[in-house]
């Protein structure tokens, strides 16, 4: 069974840090970009970065560039999100999924359907 678990979230104060797992299980996706979704209460599922496999290009949101870094091990099978500087407004569940990572001039982002593998969720709530 295809599985992707993602950990790592809590309850953190503004300012402060939290790393992100999301591990592979059941077959390896060490091929494919893999990205990281986000999504709060009553808003829209937002991509807030992504990595390519094969160049290790990587994409990040406006809305966390220059806090978020996104990581993987091929090794364990696992994809990372290490986030920094948090704000309340980071405040969401956050899952990883499999994704068409796009980095071309007019078009950027993680993008992803229900047909790709998604995890569970794990929340990070920052309190201000």
């Known amino acids: 069974q295809v599985q992707l678990v993602e950990s790592g979230g809590g309850l953190v104060q503004a300012g402060g840090s939290l790393r992100l797992s999301c591990a592979a299980s059941?077959?390896?996706?060490?091929?494919?970009?893999m990205g990281w979704f986000r999504q709060a209460p009553g808003k829209e599922r937002e991509g807030v970065s992504c990595?390519?496999?094969?160049?290790?290009?990587?994409y990040y949101s406006d809305s966390v560039k220059g806090r978020f870094t996104i990581s993987r091990d091929n090794d364990k099978n696992t994809v990372y999100l290490h986030l920094d500087d948090l704000k309340a407004e980071d405040t969401a569940v956050y899952y990883c999924?499999?994704?068409?990572?796009?980095?071309?001039?007019?078009?950027?982002?993680?993008?992803?359907?229900?047909?790709?593998?998604w995890g569970r969720g794990t929340q990070v709530t920052v309190s201000s």
């Open positions: 999924a499999t994704t068409n990572c796009i980095l071309g001039e007019t078009i950027r982002g993680a993008y992803s359907s229900e047909d790709d593998y």
């Open positions: 059941g077959r390896t996706f060490n091929s494919e970009a």
């Open positions: 990595h390519r496999s094969y160049d290790g290009a990587t």
